[in-house]
């Protein structure tokens, strides 16, 4: 038996055009709701988790539709066809209302910046913005919010805006309103001890940018020397301009609320039609091929899926989505490269998939091997009908006193039924830390970083992917249990080490912390799935799928509000990390205490296998 792998990727032409749609929904979707809408974390985290709560009741609606559906096409193709049409045709029409809200926003000048105000506790004042410098955990000896003049203030003199005078204020305004650009960096210096031994305060150093000898190199604008190459810089056009433009934004949205109205109507028409196809795509793999070939086939469909992100990941860096300037860019032809990239692979998929016939001869192969079992199996009965008699009687006795003694076989022992309930919490609670990072690191990147979120999500996936096999491996010699910890280890020390990240942090330094997500992640996706299957009899298997599904859902809907509601109290993102590191922690703990459903997976025969449980 062999897997035609070519029919498989025809196939799996369906998974990767979804999973071309959410890497793009992921990331733009947050970026527009923050910077061109305005909204507060939380209110984004509601609507990012639609997609969630949809998918609790419409995935497994449209799955039992198309398991009644026959068509000359088949079951699943008429769903994936219309489905992915309608969702082209959503995912566009979202990008004119985004389009429609950006040109409200774009009246906004420096000079609205550096007069706008609004009202608090009935009196009007400059609003606040937030400082890229401090982050709670490691850097809160810094004010958290200033006024765009007191930071201004800061980065160009050294100064609050009170202490300046009436030609250093003109100075500043002009500077502001006229040589500001996206280019402008400044040197932030913490306190630390001079050379004496004093404790010197926080200082700020501007800098500009000339060219010498071909190249462009920084230095600083109150000395004109040349700023050396252990110097850090943060982009001060970000932590200047962004946040305001962001309050510039929410002020227009609370005028216009019909725009963000007809925005969410359409990003649910988007979603709808995205939930009506997914799983019947999901299921068009074991439909036409056969039951011991299915592990390589979810192999193939897993990688379709992972191109598919991928190259939506190359289109973000070609059109610069996670580039400071572009903030507020216009996503139209960004998704419409997305949307073309879905078309193409869906018309791959019509007019290559030949779903009737292909299931048909799936259906014949699987008669005969399935004929093939069950002359084992009356092999193996016969065999036992040799027994002699006394031997059948006490057989007999020892059964029917099992019988009476045994529980439901539907019910698991206690000991059971609570490593169950542990590995289920810990899905629960690495689902929640994990999503928390993938639902809102696009806007944390470029908002807070000041780095473009793309390539380090690239190379998160890579990672994943380089590692399944090895993970495989691992798994087949320590057993699952051990492989999930190692892999939760990794989750959580990454998320932790990117607490410390900051703007003036080096890119390969997140490069290298997001690897070693991508590691742990791949680790506990391969592992955890087969852990709650394995607690399960084979006319259960069903349900515990449907537990362990539950449990990741659920969190994925929490999350996104929860993590957004606390950004929100603590009136900073830089708990982003925090959050997710906290709840991988504590899936360790819980997972800790698992004693059931562990096992060491014999090693595949096909390496391909080993890439079969990293659809989640």
């Avoid at 200047?240 to 216009?256: C, H, I, M, Y």
């Avoid at 009899?537 to 990741?552: F, L, Q």
């Avoid at 969190?555 to 997710?580: E, R």
Wanted: net charge neutral; proline share 3%; aromatic share 12%.
């Amino acid at each position: 038996m062999k897997l035609n792998y070519k029919r498989t990727i025809l196939v799996g032409f369906a998974f990767f055009l979804i999973s071309a749609f959410w890497q793009a929904y992921d990331t733009i979707i947050p970026l527009m709701l923050t910077n061109k809408f305005g909204l507060n974390q939380f209110w984004s985290g509601v609507i990012m988790s639609l997609d969630n709560i949809l998918a609790l009741f419409m995935l497994p609606l449209f799955g039992a539709l198309s398991d009644k559906k026959d068509t000359r096409f088949g079951k699943r193709t008429p769903f994936i066809v219309a489905g992915a049409i309608a969702a082209i045709i959503c995912f566009m029409s979202l990008t004119f209302v985004d389009a429609a809200q950006l040109k409200k926003i774009e009246v906004a000048n420096a000079e609205t910046f550096w007069t706008m105000t609004e009202v608090r506790d009935g009196q009007e004042e400059l609003i606040l913005v937030e400082n890229r410098e401090y982050n709670g955990i490691t850097n809160n000896s810094v004010t958290p919010q200033y006024t765009v003049r007191d930071y201004a203030a800061k980065i160009y003199y050294n100064k609050t805006y009170d202490q300046l005078s009436a030609e250093e204020k003109t100075s500043l305004e002009n500077w502001y309103k006229g040589e500001l650009n996206e280019n402008t960096v400044y040197v932030y210096v913490k306190p630390h001890k001079d050379a004496d031994g004093n404790v010197v305060g926080e200082s700020y150093r501007l800098c500009y940018t000339k060219e010498v000898d071909g190249k462009d190199k920084l230095f600083y604008v109150d000395t004109n020397e040349a700023v050396g190459s252990d110097v850090l810089t943060t982009n001060a056009f970000s932590s200047l301009v962004s946040e305001a433009r962001s309050q510039f934004a929410a002020g227009v949205t609370k005028g216009n609320l019909w725009v963000l109205a007809i925005f969410i109507i359409v990003l649910l028409m988007v979603l709808i039609s995205m939930a009506t196809f997914r799983s019947p795509a999901v299921a068009l793999m074991p439909d036409v091929t056969i039951k011991p070939l299915r592990s390589k086939g979810n192999a193939v469909i897993n990688l379709m899926g992972t191109a598919g992100g991928l190259l939506v990941l190359v289109l973000g860096m070609l059109f610069g989505t996670g580039k400071v300037v572009n903030q507020i860019m216009n996503y139209t032809w960004f998704v419409a490269a997305v949307c073309g990239i879905m078309l193409v692979a869906l018309i791959v998929f019509m007019f290559t998939v030949k779903e009737k016939r292909w299931n048909a001869e799936m259906l014949e192969a699987q008669a005969v091997l399935d004929a093939e079992e069950e002359e084992k199996e009356k092999e193996k009965e016969n065999a036992a009908k040799s027994d002699t008699a006394a031997e059948a009687t006490d057989s007999q006795t020892t059964a029917t006193t099992a019988e009476v003694t045994a529980p439901k076989k539907d019910r698991l022992p206690k000991d059971k039924l609570i490593s169950l309930i542990l590995i289920l919490a810990s899905v629960a609670l690495w689902f929640t830390g994990y999503n928390a990072i993938t639902s809102k690191y696009s806007v944390y990147a470029v908002n807070v970083l000041n780095k473009d979120y793309n390539t380090t999500l690239m190379i998160a996936q890579g990672a994943a992917i380089i590692s399944y096999i090895p993970v495989g491996f691992l798994a087949s010699k320590i057993g699952r249990k051990k492989s999930i910890l190692i892999g939760i280890g990794l989750l959580t020390g990454a998320f932790a080490g990117a607490i410390f990240i900051t703007a003036s942090s080096p890119a390969w330094l997140l490069w290298i912390l997001f690897a070693l997500a991508g590691i742990g992640w791949a680790t506990i996706n391969v592992n955890s799935f087969p852990m709650v299957v394995e607690l399960a009899k084979g006319s259960t298997i069903g349900k515990y799928t449907g537990y362990y599904y539950t449990a990741s859902m659920a969190a994925q809907v929490i999350t996104p509000i929860l993590s957004g509601a606390l950004m929100d109290a603590m009136g900073t993102m830089s708990i982003l990390f925090p959050y997710g590191a906290i709840f991988a922690a504590a899936s360790f703990v819980t997972m800790l205490f698992v004693k059931h459903g562990d096992s060491k997976p014999e090693t595949a025969k096909d390496k391909m296998e080993m890439l079969a449980g990293a659809d989640d």
